[in-house]
């Protein structure tokens, strides 16, 4: 499906991980960033992968063919648009997403059921947190 | 263990309330100011190591830091100031020149700041330049002093070669190696939309960047590193580089740490070996030697590009850009002493050298009075720091204006003077792969784009309230500008009159 997704520019990623921090934040349902976060360890939806001077952030991709949504057994997982989304009410935690993904974008939330980029399309709406706030524009919401 | 003379000039201040301890500031300094402390879960920073670059602070999410001028204060009085008094201790420890970077930094008088511009009242309308026209292209060249014809009474096309602008503010040389690989090609694709030109500096040009050629001028220095015929044709004019504002009289020293990979190759040098560019051009010993300067460089590129000669502004400069201007080159630069430079030893920076204003104002009547002023443009650089610098300027005499200092700026220079380290956070005056990669030329270029743009637009919103329509209009017109708070020998230099006169 033709839609927007992010993408990330490895060349111009600088590991400075700003878009954990606000990934963290704009799924935290709070409006101060301090009190968001603040002696808080951040689980984002999106992880910079790093080693030496290489790094680039990981979200998911939105596959057009995801093997979640396939392999999960509750139908927590479904395609919205394009963008694939999670209820974490029907989620059991079997963890079996975690398994079936090849780009490891999908992982445990802090109450245990799964969670993860869902473009933030049930928060900030518009541009996903990760992409307004890369001071480098290495991610980028854009169609291809 | 030797006695520490010196304070810090900085100290950083950290909200502790706002910190998340995201480490974005640890990451993000080059120069290693901050630190974890995981058992403590805290921030730590260590200012003997800070620049002020605020690369840290523009990226703290929590807006959790700040910088601060320390009130640490030496027992100093007018004479014997703190920064003097510091200068003495580093160099009693090192034995060592002392070198800055960026331009003068002293409180000389900034001339502009004390130029008014004109506006139209009741009898000669102002013009609104969103309804009407407003032409603010520049040609660069020399101007034919005569209308010629052939035997069947047609005009022969007697122009010499011209540079285009479509706005008069070009980008000045900065060269690869003193900033980066990133910067350069910002200011090549900024230059490519604005429809002006940027400037190689005397490192030669990049393989990459010869797509950019009809925007480019190419400069020829003392060093002359990578220059041969490929290149001199490349640019869409070439620049000889007699003098620098910054640094009149002195050439420059591009560290062998600094000479790696492209940089190397793009200045036809070994890696690793120093970039000496002598102070003089061995071969330029009067003016006669520098016309011969100026054909070589025309037969080279076949007369078909304008040569420019950019001299410092030194205390003779009317004279000497009358000799230049007899030379054969097409346009002068001329470079105020407010210049920047990637280094330069301080004391030069700071003592020699005179304003641009004052060196724009008598070159320009100085070449009037001979009856040369058509056999050249005039572009003057040196810190130009807005539109009403460059309205200013070109009311004084200028055809066009250089900018570096503000476009370096707009690419997130924070003036922190640290050039010369080569550990640039921003990822401008540096080498290293990890801190180029922080400017990313689709974010540059843009902003440069914005900077050009909203001067543009000032620019016209300037001259249309004083009812002038184009940029050829304004040009010398120094009936435009008054003084003020300035002497009648200054006044007199500036060929300007007093506010109220």
């Given at each position: 499906m033709k839609m927007r997704?992010?993408?990330?520019?490895e060349k111009w990623c600088l590991g400075c991980h700003l878009c954990e921090y606000n990934c963290a934040f704009s799924n935290s349902a709070e409006t101060d960033m301090v009190k968001a976060l603040k002696d808080v360890h951040i689980n984002p939806r999106i992880r910079i992968e790093e080693e030496g001077n290489i790094h680039f952030a990981v979200s998911c991709r939105h596959c057009e063919e995801p093997l979640c949504v396939k392999g999960c057994i509750m139908g927590a997982l479904s395609i919205e648009d394009g963008v694939i989304m999670i209820d974490q009410d029907k989620c059991v935690g079997c963890c079996t997403c975690i398994l079936m993904c090849p780009y490891g974008a999908i992982m445990p939330s802090d109450t245990g059921v799964m969670q993860k980029c869902e473009l933030c399309v049930k928060n900030a709406g518009g541009t996903p947190a990760c992409v307004e706030s890369c001071p480098n524009r290495a991610i980028v919401f854009e169609e291809r | 263990m030797a006695i520490n003379f010196l304070y810090p000039d900085h100290e950083v201040v950290r909200n502790p309330q706002r910190c998340i301890a995201c480490r974005v500031c640890e990451r993000q300094c080059a120069n290693e100011?901050?630190?974890?402390d995981e058992e403590l879960n805290l921030m730590k920073a260590d200012d003997t190591k800070c620049v002020n670059c605020h690369r840290c602070v523009s990226l703290c999410p929590t807006m959790a830091l700040k910088i601060v001028k320390t009130d640490h204060?030496?027992?100093?009085?007018?004479?014997?100031?703190g920064e003097t008094i510091k200068e003495l201790y580093r160099q009693a420890g090192t034995g060592g020149v002392l070198l800055s970077s960026m331009g003068n930094p002293k409180p000389y008088p900034v001339y502009w700041d004390r130029l008014l511009i004109n506006a139209s009242q009741v009898t000669n309308p102002s013009i609104d330049p969103l309804r009407e026209p407003m032409e603010t292209r520049a040609y660069l060249g020399k101007?034919?002093?005569?209308?010629e014809r052939d035997q069947n009474g047609e005009i022969v096309?007697?122009?010499?070669?011209q540079l285009e602008l479509n706005v008069p503010i070009m980008f000045s040389a900065m060269s690869y190696g003193s900033i980066s690989y990133n910067a350069h090609e910002s200011l090549a694709r900024a230059a490519r939309e604005l429809g002006t030109l940027y400037n190689t500096g005397e490192g030669g040009l990049h393989e990459d960047f010869y797509e950019y050629s009809a925007n480019t001028i190419v400069q020829v220095a003392s060093g002359r590193f990578g220059v041969y015929k490929d290149y001199l044709n490349a640019g869409a004019a070439v620049e000889i580089k007699m003098g620098q504002g910054a640094k009149p009289g002195i050439g420059g020293h591009l560290p062998g740490q600094k000479i790696v990979g492209d940089v190397s190759r793009t200045r036809m040098i070994p890696e690793g070996s120093d970039a000496i560019s002598p102070a003089p051009h061995h071969d330029i010993y009067s003016i006669e030697d520098l016309r011969q300067l100026v054909y070589s460089l025309k037969e080279a590129t076949d007369y078909k590009k304008p040569v420019i000669v950019k001299i410092a502004a030194v205390h003779n400069v009317?004279?000497?850009?009358?000799?230049?201007?007899r030379s054969g080159a097409d346009i002068i630069a001329i470079d105020g002493f407010r210049g920047g430079t990637g280094a330069a030893p301080t004391r030069i920076r700071d003592n020699v050298g005179i304003p641009?204003?004052?060196?724009?104002?008598s070159v320009d009547q100085r070449l009037r009075d001979e009856g040369i002023r058509n056999n050249v443009s005039i572009v003057v650089g040196g810190s130009i720091r807005s539109s009403a610098d460059v309205v200013k300027a070109i009311a004084l005499g200028a055809d066009a204006v250089y900018i570096a200092t503000g476009a370096l700026l707009a690419l997130g220079c924070h003036l922190c003077r640290s050039c010369q380290t080569g550990k640039c956070n921003w990822g401008i005056a540096t080498q290293e792969p990890e801190l180029v990669k922080r400017l990313n030329p689709d974010v540059g270029s843009e902003r440069l784009v914005n900077l050009v743009h909203a001067w543009e637009h000032e620019i016209k919103e300037i001259m249309g309230g004083m009812g002038i329509n184009s940029i050829e209009a304004l040009k010398g017109n120094r009936l435009m500008l008054r003084g003020i708070g300035l002497n009648e020998k200054e006044l007199e230099?500036?060929?300007v009159k007093y506010a109220g006169e």
């Open positions: 997704r992010i993408y990330v520019n | 100011v901050h630190s974890y204060t030496f027992k100093e009085n007018a004479n014997w100031t101007k034919p002093e005569r209308i096309n007697n122009l010499t070669p009317a004279a000497i850009a009358s000799g230049v201007a641009i204003e004052l060196a724009l104002a230099i500036l060929g």
